[in-house]
């Protein structure tokens, strides 16, 4: 369903460019518009790309905020105003296709920001249309099932209803389970524990199949619903089911050459820009330039991570911590290279060196990665670093920023879940939703 969702949003998206091109062509050429056509499809097709990238990585893509409400309507402002810059920028910078619309590049600009602003406005009170959400049987309750049904009720455009959270042991009798299924025109059943331990459970639910019900565990439902693995409840068989079934080993070779040719292009381009932060460190605050800190790569095997410095000197001296959000310990640069994530760009050299890759966990220090409480308290850690860690990673663009057990825990369920769905286009997607966050200079 989120998928249909999603895919029916792209597609009228493309129709409502379009349809901006075709009455724009109209209104400046009259009857001369299918002439024009030809000439303008190519150039205004490059435009509308970087249109629906733009608008990707600002999130508009994202059914979580699909809302008629003022945040979502700020971000398709912001969406629309860089699509119209880069618009700008590249019929009168870039040349290339010979045309200089003017009037007519205003006229464009004008009929997609309505366009948008209807069309957006419509999808966004039909997806959660009551014909259009999908009734959820919850069977048994724990915490994550609270969660997911807080989430839901906070989010209906996400296409579900919940109808009952009924207790187990009522849906063992079967006649109960179908009366529950029919009356309340059940379409979705979500166990809160592994329907395999319980076979009068699974002989009920497969006599329930010709009601047309589908059927889910709670871990996969929940991994669908919030994009991250529920730690407190899966168990070490879901390792098995689900990671070591997967090398993934054309998935790594590829990924590794275009670490290194990305890498090697990024640090080129960016030599000029060394210099500049140099300096700028040094006047800031006296010191090394480069921090150099040890981190825990994949296999636990420990490497060491150079970074621009950020922080004063002596910034533990009194012990190694975590790092905070506005920490006093950073310097007044060191803000500025955190928030853009320049600080970052020194990196590249362990990616080159394979300790490192562009997407994957985040490294953490070998003091807390290792330590007895975290060890303790937040059970699976240790898999986070069977993949090698990332400049960014899906935990990184999910989840605020936090320093605490609580904290490390949300990301280990991001990580997880980017450990079992890792692929081209997740990767793709991490790096553009990356590319939000240093233009709004939202990193730490």
Partial sequence: MEGVKKTSLLLGDIIVLYLALFLMLVLSYGFDWERQWNSHLAPFSVIYL?????FYIMGLYDLSVARNNIYFFIILGQALLISAALA?????FIPYFGITPKTHLFINLILVALFFVSWRQLYNYFIKSPGLLNNVLFIGQNEETKELIGYIKRNPQ???????VADPKELKILHNLIDTIVQERIQLIVTSSD???D???????????????SVSDLPNFYERITGKIPVS????????????RKKKIFFEAAKRGADITIATLGGLLTLCLTPLIACLIKIDNPGPVFYRQKRVGQDNRIFEMLKFRTMIQDAEKNGVQWAKKNDRRNTRVG?????TRLDELPQLWNILKNDMSFVGPRPERPEFAFSNELLAQIPFYQIRHTIKPGLTGWAQIKYPYGASLEDILQKLQYDLYYIKNRSFILDLSIILKTIKIILSAGGQ
Wanted: glycine letters at 2%; aromatic letters at 18%; proline letters at 4%.
């Fill in 50 to 54: 970087l249109t629906l990238a733009v």
């Fill in 88 to 92: 700008v920028f590249f019929f009168y």
């Fill in 158 to 164: 996400l296409g579900y209803r919940i109808k009952k």
């Fill in 195 to 197: 329907p395999r331990k």
């Fill in 335 to 339: 803000n500025f290279l955190r928030k």
């Fill in 199 to 213: 076979n009068d459970l699974v002989r009920n639910l497969y006599q329930c199949l010709p009601l047309k019900i």
């Fill in 233 to 244: 409840a899966i168990e070490e068989i879901w390792f098995l089911d689900n990671l070591m």
